[in-house]
C-alpha cells in the first residue's frame, strides 16, 4: 500500500500503520539511554588504560580497534536481521542486556589480554545497536526532517547527564583533599572504574525498555533476499559513494578528539581549582560535555535549517568546525596572546564547536542515508554507514591517534607537544573540506523521492 506524504516530500503515515501512543517520548528515553550508556565510559577510556593500566600505546590502539569491530559486523547481522528477520526491538533488547553484562566486567580486568578480548565482545553486541535505533526512529516518525533532530537531541542530553554525573563521582569519591595534582589525577583515573559499572546499570535498563517500551518494528521484504547487498548497491549513486568515502577521514578526526581531549582538559582541571569543576566535575569527561550542550542547540535548529540547506553546505560547514575546534585546541597559548581571551575560555569554545561537528556531519550523514535509499534497505544502510563512521574510521583514527600522532608530537624531554598533536587533524580537516566542496552535488536529485519508491 502506498504512503501518504508529509508537506515535506517524506513518508508520513502509512495507510495500515495504527498510530503509536506517545510515539516521540517512546523514542526520545530510548535516545536517552542509548547514548547515555555509551557517554559513561568512553570519554574516558584513554586516560583509563594508559593512566591507571597503564596499557602501552600500541595496546591502547587495539582495545580502540577491537571496540570498533562491532560496527563491521553490524551491516552483515544487525541489519538483516532487523531488514528481513526479526522485529528491531526485540533484538536491541536482547543485544543490551547482554552488554550490560559484559561492560560491568571492564571495571575489574586488569590484564590487557582480558580487557582486549572483554572489548571486543561488547563491542560486537553494543555497537550494532547505534544504526539500530536511528533506524527505527525513521521508520516510525512521521516526518523525519522536522521529528528525528529532536528525538535524537535526548542522545546527547543522556551524553551530558552521565558526563557530569561521573566528574561530580570522581570529583566527591575519587579526588584526595591532600596531595599534589599528579597525585589526585591518578586517583581519579582509578576511579573511572565506576563508569564501566554506570554503564552496565543503564545497559540492563535500556534492554528491559527496548523489549516492553518500544513500538512494534517488525522485519520488511525487499527486492533482495539478503538487505545487506541490496543497501551496498545503492552506493552506485555519486552523491552516497562521495559521503561514504569522506566520511571515514571525518571518523578519524572524530576520534581523535574523543581519544585526546578529555585527558587534554583534564590536566587544566588538576592544576586549577575553578568553578567549572564544581559544574562538571573533575577528568574532562564531564567539561566535555560542553560539546554536546551546543549539539542540543544545533539539533534543535536542524528542523528549521533542513528545508532550505543543501545537505553539501550543512556537510562543509560542519567539516570546517572540525579545522576550527583542532586549531583552537593546537594554537590555544598563541590565539590566546593575539586576542586577549583567557586560554581556557578558548578551550571551552573548541570543546563547544563539537555541536556543529555531529550536527552538520554525522547527523546529515545519517539524514542523506535515509534520503536516498529504498524503505526496505535502509536499516542496513543506516548499518553501512556505522560500519564507516563507527568500525572503519575508529579503527585508523584509533591506531593513528594512539600509536602514530603521539609518536610525531614529542617534545625532547617526552612529554606531549599539543601544538604538534592537533595540528594533524585540522590540516585533515581541511583537505576533507576541499575534497566536498569539489565532488559532491549541491542537491542531490534524489532526494525528496523515497515517497515515489514505496508501495
Not at 533482495?224 to 568515502?245: D, S, V
Request: proline share 5%.
Amino acid at each position: 500500500m502506498a504512503e501518504v506524504t508529509s508537506a515535506s516530500g517524506n513518508p508520513a503515515v502509512t495507510a495500515d500503520r495504527a498510530p503509536v501512543p506517545f510515539l516521540r517520548v517512546r523514542l526520545s528515553f530510548m535516545m536517552f539511554l542509548q547514548y547515555a550508556i555509551w557517554g559513561a565510559w568512553l570519554p574516558l577510556l584513554y586516560q583509563y588504560l594508559t593512566g591507571h593500566l597503564k596499557f602501552a600505546g600500541d595496546e591502547v590502539g587495539m582495545i580502540f580497534v577491537v571496540g570498533a569491530a562491532g560496527s563491521i559486523v553490524a551491516p552483515f547481522v544487525a541489519g538483516q536481521i532487523a531488514d528481513r528477520w526479526f522485529p528491531t526491538q526485540w533484538f536491541l533488547g536482547i543485544s543490551h542486556i547482554a552488554g550490560g553484562v559484559l561492560v560491568w566486567q571492564l571495571a575489574g580486568l586488569r590484564t590487557y589480554s582480558e580487557f582486549m578480548w572483554f572489548s571486543l565482545a561488547y563491542s560486537l553486541i553494543y555497537s550494532p545497536t547505534l544504526s539500530l535505533t536511528n533506524s527505527l526512529a525513521f521508520h516510525h516518525l512521521p516526518d523525519r526532517d522536522r521529528q528525528f533532530g529532536g528525538v535524537r537531541m535526548w542522545g546527547t542530553v543522556g551524553w551530558i547527564c552521565v558526563g557530569i554525573l561521573i566528574g561530580q563521582w570522581l570529583l566527591h569519591r575519587h579526588t584526595p583533599e591532600t596531595g599534589d595534582a599528579a597525585a589526585k589525577l591518578l586517583a581519579q583515573q582509578a576511579g573511572m572504574a565506576d563508569a564501566f559499572r554506570l554503564s552496565a546499570i543503564l545497559g540492563v535498563v535500556m534492554g528491559v525498555y527496548c523489549i516492553f517500551g518500544l513500538p512494534h518494528t517488525p522485519p520488511s521484504k525487499g527486492r533482495q533476499a539478503n538487505a545487506t547487498f541490496e543497501a551496498i548497491g545503492q552506493l552506485r549513486y555519486q552523491p552516497l559513494l562521495t559521503l561514504f568515502l569522506m566520511a571515514v577521514p571525518i571518523s578519524c578526526i572524530h576520534q581523535f578528539y574523543f581519544v585526546h581531549t578529555a585527558g587534554f582538559l583534564g590536566r587544566l582541571q588538576s592544576t586549577t581549582a575553578t568553578e567549572i569543576n564544581k559544574l562538571f566535575g573533575v577528568g574532562g569527561g564531564g567539561l566535555m560535555t560542553i560539546g554536546q550542550m551546543s549539539e542540543i542547540i544545533v539539533l534543535a535548529l536542524m528542523p528549521l535549517v533542513t528545508p532550505w540547506a543543501s545537505r553539501k553546505l550543512l556537510l562543509l560547514v560542519g567539516t570546517l568546525a572540525y579545522a576550527a575546534r583542532m586549531a583552537l585546541f593546537a594554537y590555544v597559548l598563541e590565539i590566546s596572546r593575539a586576542t586577549g581571551v583567557d586560554p581556557q575560555t578558548l578551550l571551552i569554545a573548541g570543546v563547544a564547536m563539537h555541536g556543529l561537528c555531529f550536527g552538520c556531519w554525522i547527523f546529515v550523514a545519517i539524514m542523506v542515508v535515509d534520503e536516498e535509499c529504498p524503505p526496505d534497505v535502509r536499516a542496513s544502510a543506516q548499518s553501512l554507514l556505522g560500519l564507516v563512521v563507527f568500525g572503519i574510521g575508529i579503527m585508523a583514527g584509533s591506531m593513528i591517534a594512539t600509536s602514530v600522532v603521539p609518536e610525531w608530537s614529542k617534545n625532547p624531554d617526552g612529554t606531549t607537544d599539543y601544538t604538534a598533536l592537533f595540528s594533524h587533524p585540522m590540516y585533515a580537516s581541511l583537505i576533507v573540506f576541499a575534497l566536498l566542496l569539489i565532488f559532491y552535488p549541491m542537491r542531490s536529485p534524489r532526494r525528496g523521492s523515497l515517497s515515489d519508491a514505496a508501495t
